[in-house]
């Protein structure tokens, strides 16, 4: 008689080196599409198309940002799946993501304010506190003293949610931010205006600029991404190679034609669907050992916050000093570029090695920190007996 043999070899469940490519690709992406490459010649026409429908795409990177998100704080924080731990202590959940988060952001946003883009004292203070400006230009809601900031200001609510999800419910915590965000997006929309908008780049006048934030459809792609990570906790003992290949092609298919298809810059359905098949796709693969994830892949995905929070500062400053290029000038933009990607890289590493990492580490000593108070308090207080 043959036993059952599970077909995928159980990886570990604590690396996910798929999803730190993913993530270095996201914010490669990001850098390209700012970096305002543009590619024309009169006797190649596939350079226009590229340019268009490729290059200038690049925006998609902040829906597989926040489809990852979601996925991660699930995966890590709530179901406790990383290390097989349990669900983060709220407290310690907040301190870990604040010491990661925000201050290379607050230094970015400082320097690039100082050198650059000259912010009141207002708007620097709003930036820092990962507020929405105003209510106006959806889905960005003015943008922060480092403009990339915007889509920060929606990681920061999805963590509040969270948190909150954790102090109440625990493991279950997933079934509040689900609650939370219906709420916020369709229930108070529909109360107030009665009507929701589909559109990540409408506006509800009725709203504050943290309201319409919340209403924002794009909020939900951190919800797919939970929710991702939720069914892959539950069934990834299922996957076989067949179905995390078929998994993997419908992901990859999907994502390019979102990228390359008639679709608006900002949905849910068109970008943030695709990015979410495309992540699980590569997850199963790995899982099943069917995809190797090369190191410098995942060396950029590491990189990936400080790519993010740099280049805007290298590409205004190197856009001042050169000016518009005409994209005829093939050469010269592509020159621009590769200067453009170096120093980005370059000045990514020193903010990820001597602001991030140490940020991170303060962060774990912080959390070590409140452990030994509290355990100092149990001890202090002692059994207590009737």
């Given at each position: ?56 795409r690049g925006h998609v ?130 109360w107030h205006s009665g ?167 303060m962060g774990r000593r ?21």
């Open positions: 008689m043959h036993r059952h043999r599970p077909c995928c070899v159980n990886r570990s469940s604590s690396s996910l080196l798929s999803i730190q490519a993913l993530r270095g690709f996201a914010a490669l992406y990001v850098v390209v599409y700012h970096s305002g490459l543009a590619l024309a010649h009169a006797d190649i026409p596939a350079l226009a198309w590229l340019t268009t429908h490729v290059i200038k990177g902040v829906d597989v940002f926040f489809v990852i998100s979601g996925f991660i704080i699930a995966w890590v924080a709530i179901l406790g799946q990383g290390q097989g731990k349990a669900p983060e202590p709220p407290g310690e959940f907040l301190v870990k993501r604040a010491f990661r988060l925000a201050p290379p952001y607050w230094l970015m946003s400082v320097l690039h304010a100082t050198w650059l883009n000259p912010v009141s004292t207002g708007v620097l203070l709003t930036s820092f506190a990962f507020m929405p400006q105003a209510n106006v230009d959806a889905p960005y809601f003015g943008y922060p003293a480092l403009y990339v900031g915007w889509s920060l200001n929606y990681e920061v609510f999805f963590y509040a949610l969270c948190a909150m999800g954790l102090a109440l419910f625990g493991r279950r915590a997933l079934a509040l931010v689900a609650l939370a965000l219906f709420t916020t997006t369709v229930i108070v929309p529909f009507g929701v908008q589909r559109n990540p780049e409408a506006l509800y006048d009725w709203a504050t600029p943290l309201q319409a934030m919340a209403a924002n459809p794009l909020v939900l792609e951190f919800l797919l991404g939970a929710g991702l990570a939720w069914l892959y906790a539950k069934h990834r003992h299922r996957l076989t190679p067949t179905f995390a290949r078929v998994l993997m092609a419908v992901g990859v298919a999907t994502f390019v034609m979102s990228v390359a298809g008639p679709v608006p810059k900002f949905d849910l359905l068109g970008r943030g669907l695709p990015a979410g098949l495309l992540l699980i796709g590569m997850v199963a693969m790995e899982h099943c050992g069917e995809l190797r994830v090369p190191r410098v892949a995942v060396w950029l995905g590491e990189l990936s916050y400080a790519l993010y929070l740099v280049h805007p500062s290298v590409i205004e400053a190197t856009h001042r000093l050169v000016g518009v290029l005409s994209p005829e000038w093939i050469g010269t933009q592509l020159m621009l570029f590769a200067v453009n990607f170096a120093l980005t890289l370059a000045l990514a590493v020193l903010l990820h090695r001597y602001v991030e990492q140490p940020s991170i580490a912080t959390i070590d920190w409140m452990r030994a108070r509290r355990h100092a308090w149990r001890i202090r207080l002692g059994p207590q007996k009737p």
